[in-house]
T-cell receptor, first 113, second 113 residues
Framework: DAKTTQPPSMDCAEGRAANLPCNHSTISGNEYVYWYRQIHSQGPQYIIHGLKNNETNEMASLIITEDRKSSTLILPHATLRDTAVYYCIVRVARTGANSKLTFGKGITLSVRP | ETGVTQSPTHLIKTRGQQVTLRCSSQSGHNTVSWYQQALGQGPQFIFQYYREEENGRGNFPPRFSGLQFPNYSSELNVNALELDDSALYLC????????????FGPGTRLTVL
């Protein structure tokens, strides 16, 4: 699975969009980008994933660059409850093999009032 | 709430002892993965069980062992505890090895003295 690089931390104001970057310059053509987050004292929570097209769900949007070497997770209207560590993970989505997730240190998002 | 439960919530052991941690997966999920999360780090994959068989293992010594039962609940056993085993132990359940819909439990905080 390709390695990802995230800044250690960032903050944003409540109600504003939070744009969390992730670099994955060695990504292969069959690797997906996954985002999970971990709120303090809880287990990680799946947010969204994508291959090359931009994706949106009720939690967030995922923008993947055309060369797929980087992506941005967008929380459109951040709230205090979005304060968490966000993990960007790259892995192949394949059947028959184990579905382990390789977590880095993630980026700590602090939403300020 | 993910429907994944873990017990106990907290545990204190001394070096050299053995410990068993338990995980009840979400209803219908046949895959359970275990992760170790040291303070300030992302979760690290220990191993995964799929339909009662081990289906992949991370870089952990054999004193970390596991089991999955016919109802798909799971146990993590650690023998000869070391101080560095102090961590949050997370289990995640999913259906058929899927990565996107892995649901994590709240974890068991193990302290080894």
């Amino acid at each position: 699975d390709a390695k990802t690089t995230q800044p250690p931390s960032m903050d944003c104001a409540e109600g504003r969009a939070a744009n969390l970057p992730c670099n994955h310059s060695t990504i292969s053509g069959n690797e997906y980008v996954y985002w999970y987050r971990q709120i303090h004292s809880q287990g990680p929570q799946y947010i969204i994933h994508g291959l090359k097209n931009n994706e949106t769900n009720e939690m967030a949007s995922l923008i993947i660059t055309e060369d797929r070497k980087s992506s941005t997770l967008i929380l459109p209207h951040a709230t205090l409850r979005d304060t968490a560590v966000y993990y960007c993970i790259v892995r192949v989505a394949r059947t028959g093999a184990n579905s382990k997730l390789t977590f880095g240190k993630g980026i700590t998002l602090s939403v300020r009032p | 709430e993910t429907g994944v439960t873990q017990s106990p919530t907290h545990l204190i052991k001394t070096r050299g002892q053995q410990v068993t941690l338990r995980c009840s997966s979400q209803s219908g999920h046949n895959t359970v993965s275990w992760y170790q999360q040291a303070l300030g780090q992302g979760p690290q994959f220990i191993f995964q069980y799929y339909r009662e068989e081990e289906n992949g293992r991370g870089n952990f010594p054999p004193r970390f062992s596991g089991l999955q039962f016919p109802n798909y609940s799971s146990e993590l056993n650690v023998n000869a505890l070391e101080l560095d085993d102090s961590a949050l132990y997370l289990c995640a359940s999913s259906l058929e090895l899927r990565t996107d819909t892995q649901y994590f439990g709240p974890g068991t905080r193990l302290t080894v003295l």
